[in-house]
């Protein structure tokens, strides 16, 4: 397959998208780009394997790509299963409002136009075999966003429920993206309540869009648990 790719993207550049989740959780402090990775579930896994990968033959073939790792985004067509939809999504229903564990795994969220504006500017000026981590700064608790939404929607916080955590879940991602900011002039534009906000009210104003994808299956509180 990558051989095949190497044809593909002879003479254009290729951007691999990857994840904050290829290194693993941290207690304090943030991640740079040349710190080690220890991804701790299978779907990180596989992407930390991409990660070497891409970055072999970037250095045996000359391949022309760069690789990002971002933190989690949101904004408006996010599939329902993600945190945020979710939330949005059963509460505008009156369902109960799924919290894994306490709620205390923290995560930085970058909204969905500065990470599309980064990958713009690292496929137009970022350098062949690098790395750029992309984040906002924007760490909260999953509850504490669970409780902005459900605060934007006019609901009552009754409508949490504490559910068993899922297995593998980190405690905290964090990645310092001053590499990005400083290279290749890269920075968001949107402050994190303000897009939330406007997160909300598409989801309120699109039930066309989700309604069709929005099964039981996806909104289920534990879907791991799903028997195929």
Not at 90 to 109: E, F, Q, T
Request: proline share 5%.
């Amino acid at each position: 397959m990558i051989n095949i790719v190497l044809v593909i993207v002879k003479n254009q550049r290729l951007i691999h998208v990857s994840t904050d989740e290829v290194y693993g959780e941290i207690a304090e402090g943030s991640f740079k780009e040349d710190d080690r990775l220890k991804p701790s579930n299978p779907y990180s896994a596989s992407k930390a394997a991409a990660d070497l990968l891409i970055l072999s033959y970037c250095r045996t073939y000359g391949l022309n790509a760069v690789i990002t790792r971002c933190t989690n985004n949101f904004g408006p067509y996010q599939f329902p299963e993600k945190l945020i939809p979710k939330t949005i999504i059963r509460a505008s229903l009156n369902m109960k409002v799924p919290v894994y564990g306490k709620g205390r795994n923290i995560r930085d969220w970058i909204y969905v136009l500065d990470h599309c504006e980064a990958l713009r500017l690292v496929l137009e000026k970022g350098k062949a075999g690098e790395i750029y981590n992309v984040s906002s700064y924007n760490e909260y608790e999953n509850l504490d966003v669970v409780k902005k939404v459900l605060k934007l929607m006019g609901k009552d916080e009754s409508l949490i429920e504490f559910i068993e955590d899922r297995p593998g879940h980190d405690i905290r991602y964090s990645l310092d993206s001053s590499k990005i900011r400083n290279e290749l002039g890269w920075k968001p534009k949107h402050r994190f309540n303000e897009a939330l906000e406007q997160t909300v009210n598409w989801y309120l104003k699109n039930e066309w869009w989700w309604k069709p994808i929005a099964t039981k299956e996806v909104l289920h509180p534990t879907p791991w648990k799903i028997k195929a």
